[in-house]
Protein backbone atom coordinates (compact mmCIF):
# COMPACT_ATOMS: atom_id res chain seq x y z
CA UNK A 1 0.00 0.00 0.00
CA UNK A 2 1.21 3.47 -0.66
CA UNK A 3 1.71 5.57 2.23
CA UNK A 4 3.33 8.78 0.07
CA UNK A 5 1.63 9.32 -2.81
CA UNK A 6 3.89 11.96 -3.64
CA UNK A 7 6.75 10.38 -3.94
CA UNK A 8 5.25 7.03 -4.22
CA UNK A 9 6.61 5.27 -1.13
CA UNK A 10 5.06 2.26 0.39
CA UNK A 11 4.42 0.81 3.80
CA UNK A 12 7.02 -1.92 2.82
CA UNK A 13 9.96 0.64 2.16
CA UNK A 14 9.16 2.20 5.34
CA UNK A 15 8.96 -1.31 6.95
CA UNK A 16 12.54 -1.99 5.10
CA UNK A 17 14.19 0.77 6.30
CA UNK A 18 13.34 0.40 10.45
CA UNK A 19 14.67 -2.91 9.92
CA UNK A 20 17.59 -2.59 7.58
CA UNK A 21 18.55 0.99 8.32
CA UNK A 22 17.63 1.47 12.15
CA UNK A 23 15.00 4.11 11.30
CA UNK A 24 13.64 5.13 14.50
CA UNK A 25 11.74 8.48 13.60
CA UNK A 26 10.94 10.62 11.02
CA UNK A 27 13.45 12.53 10.63
CA UNK A 28 15.96 9.17 10.09
CA UNK A 29 13.28 8.08 7.65
CA UNK A 30 13.94 11.06 5.81
CA UNK A 31 17.38 10.38 5.81
CA UNK A 32 16.82 7.72 3.16
CA UNK A 33 13.11 8.05 1.16
CA UNK A 34 11.50 11.53 0.42
CA UNK A 35 8.55 11.15 2.57
CA UNK A 36 6.55 13.87 3.73
CA UNK A 37 8.81 16.44 1.51
CA UNK A 38 5.44 17.33 -0.54
CA UNK A 39 2.15 17.80 0.52
CA UNK A 40 3.04 15.95 4.42
CA UNK A 41 -0.53 14.02 4.45
CA UNK A 42 1.60 10.57 5.04
CA UNK A 43 3.42 11.49 7.78
CA UNK A 44 0.95 10.67 10.73
CA UNK A 45 0.61 7.04 8.57
CA UNK A 46 4.31 6.57 8.07
CA UNK A 47 4.87 7.69 12.09
CA UNK A 48 2.68 4.69 12.74
CA UNK A 49 4.08 2.29 10.97
CA UNK A 50 7.33 3.07 12.68
CA UNK A 51 6.35 2.82 15.80
CA UNK A 52 4.34 -0.64 14.52
CA UNK A 53 7.77 -2.13 13.46
CA UNK A 54 9.51 -0.99 16.20
CA UNK A 55 7.28 -2.98 18.80
CA UNK A 56 8.53 -5.66 17.05
CA UNK A 57 11.98 -6.09 16.96
CA UNK A 58 13.37 -7.82 19.70
CA UNK A 59 14.17 -6.60 23.19
CA UNK A 60 17.88 -5.18 23.35
CA UNK A 61 19.83 -6.92 25.73
CA UNK A 62 22.71 -4.70 27.82
CA UNK A 63 26.13 -6.48 27.30
CA UNK A 64 28.32 -5.01 29.67
Do not use: W
Not at 33 to 50: F, H, L, M, N, T
Amino acid sequence: MYVCLCNAISDKTIRNAVHQQHVRSIRELRDFVPVGSDCGKCIRQAREIINEEIALLPPINNVA
